[in-house]
């Protein structure tokens, strides 16, 4: 079984739609093996998305993704990653088809309500930052 983490974005907690978003993982069969609600700051945002934090959009991200506390989750089952993407749609919700999570809830590209590992190397790596107890 592979596992992946997925984080409920501050615009899910504000929105108060983070059953819906949980009740459609758990729908397509996976698993919660760990979650918590974590307050995030400019450290780990800073490692967790070390490829922009040196783009001048950065500042934005890091003032959004700290607004309020966010729940990031681990999440198992088979192929989860990928198919966790694909109940997702594309990062930008104005491109998701409806029917994902994004074309349904999300309003942009900032604001797609779940962040979700995008391989096996990254979900490693991210399961690890979230979850260093673990």
């Known amino acids: 079984m592979e596992e992946t983490l997925i984080i409920l974005k501050p ?11 949980i009740t459609r993982f758990e729908e397509a069969g ?46 198992r089952g088979e192929d989860v990653i990928a198919k966790v993407r694909e109940l997702l749609g594309p990062t930008n919700s104005n491109e998701a088809p409806k029917g994902t999570i994004r074309g349904d809830l999300g309003t942009d590209m900032m604001r797609n309500v779940v962040h979700a590992s995008d391989s096996t190397a990254s979900a490693a790596a991210e399961i690890k930052r979230f979850f260093p107890e673990l």
Not at 12 to 19: D, E, K, S, V, Y
Not at 64 to 72: D, E, K, T
């Open 30 to 75: 996976f698993q919660i093996v760990a979650s918590k609600v974590i307050q995030l700051d400019g450290q780990i945002l800073r490692e967790h998305y070390a490829h922009v934090a040196e783009e001048p959009f950065f500042p934005r991200i890091e003032e959004f993704m700290s607004s309020c506390p966010v729940m990031p989750m681990i999440l």
């Open 11 to 21: 615009d899910c907690m504000q929105n108060r739609i983070a059953g819906k978003v």
